[in-house]
């Protein structure tokens, strides 16, 4: 009965058109974590709309105690954005991020500041990375990079996105596939687009978008060694 099951979501799913996703909208969602092919604890993502035309973007993992390597696993981070009247630009204005571990935590606070045309991040952040960062626009926080990714993902396009984040600024170029493939998450197969970035140090960053899904269906960051940190989507639900 449960392999049926499958079968009847994956081909309702594969019917769905892919293209650009439906206007931001507020939804949590859950994800299953990974690490180095384990599974190591959950997250959830997290949009939420503040006022006028603020809104808030938080990730959250919480990686299980006991094992080995899971220091980078529990953190969060959020940015507060704002939204152009159209949906078609995201902006941040605030960053925070916070790693929890055991015996030591870091607390990163970061503001965008649009009209000096700088960001600048305080906390336990390095020294060289308190300088202030020139900004430009379309300018991006990592978080922010995910949801822009589901709202520009189109078969065979290349997306352009510039990374600042933590007191760096980096552009990333991301390659979405021609074509959709099949992805199973829990009980459920989406017809997804895989849209991948490879970094010059060999490390790598795919994610999976589905077509009227308001959050990624998988993101899998992995480095030269192999499979790294791997979110898999188990539910995700409107909040409004």
Do not use: C
């Not at 599974?39 to 105690?65: C, F, S």
């Not at 390095?126 to 926080?141: A, H, I």
């Not at 990374?163 to 074509?179: I, K, M, S, T």
């Not at 998450?185 to 077509?211: C, H, I, K, M």
């Amino acid at each position: 009965m449960r392999s049926l099951s499958l079968a009847l979501a994956t081909l309702l799913l594969a019917w769905l058109p892919q293209g650009r996703a439906a206007a931001l909208e507020p939804f949590l969602a859950t994800y299953d974590a990974w690490y180095e092919g384990r599974h190591a604890g959950d997250a959830t993502m997290r949009v939420a709309h503040l006022d006028g035309t603020r809104w808030e973007v938080e990730l959250d993992i919480r990686g299980r105690h006991g094992l080995l390597g899971l220091a980078r696993l529990n953190m969060g981070q959020s940015t507060v954005f704002d939204v152009a009247d159209d949906g078609g630009r995201f902006r941040p204005l605030t960053q925070r991020t916070v790693r929890k571990a055991l015996f030591f935590g870091r607390e990163i606070d970061g503001v965008y500041d649009w009209d000096a045309g700088t960001a600048q991040w305080s906390g336990d952040v390095s020294k060289r990375r308190r300088n202030p960062v020139p900004l430009r626009e379309g300018d991006l926080s990592a978080l922010l990079i995910n949801l822009a990714i589901i709202r520009d993902a189109e078969p065979g396009v290349t997306l352009n996105y510039r990374f600042v984040d933590n007191g760096r600024a980096r552009d990333h170029v991301y390659r979405v596939a021609e074509e959709p493939e099949i992805v199973e998450v829990g009980d459920l197969s989406y017809s997804a687009l895989r849209v991948s970035r490879v970094d010059d140090d060999d490390d790598e960053t795919l994610v999976w978008v589905a077509s009227g899904v308001p959050t990624p269906i998988r993101i899998l960051k992995r480095d030269a060694e192999g499979d790294d940190v791997d979110l898999r989507l188990i539910e995700y639900q409107g909040t409004e």
